[in-house]
Nanobody, 130 residues
């Protein structure tokens, strides 16, 4: 089974930056480079929502409108890592951020729906103060 571990969360002032990392590991991790990866977030009292996704090659990415131009997703297949660079953070970005993987897909697409991912990390808290 593949495991995902997020790191890099913390407390930052509005306008600041954070870089989230997601490390993939596990006995069945043979084809990380073919996995679609995504970031989701859940704010207090709200449903978990899509943030960003990246396809296997890193050439296709997608963002929710509220983070476009501020967040950048990237991946390093040689290190089994996915990153989310978050700039110009706003208080409304405060949430627990989750890394997700779709491990059983071969193709160039990316995914934006929770049900399309089959492996999830435990989450990392991001708090943006005003």
């Amino acid at each position: 089974q593949v495991q995902l571990v997020e790191s890099g969360g913390g407390l930052v002032q509005a306008g600041g930056s954070l870089r989230l990392s997601c490390a993939a590991s596990g006995r069945t991790l043979r084809t990380f480079s073919s996995n679609v990866m995504g970031w989701f977030r859940q704010a207090p009292g709200k449903e978990r929502e899509f943030v960003s996704t990246i396809n296997w090659s890193g050439l296709n990415t997608h963002y929710t409108d509220s983070v476009k131009g501020r967040f950048t997703i990237s991946r390093d297949n040689g290190k089994n890592m996915v990153y989310l660079q978050m700039n110009s953070l706003k208080p409304e970005d405060t949430a627990v951020y989750y890394c997700a993987a779709r491990t059983s897909y071969i193709g160039s697409l990316y995914f934006t729906e929770e049900h399309q991912y089959n492996v999830w990390g435990q989450g990392t808290q991001v708090t943006v103060s005003s």
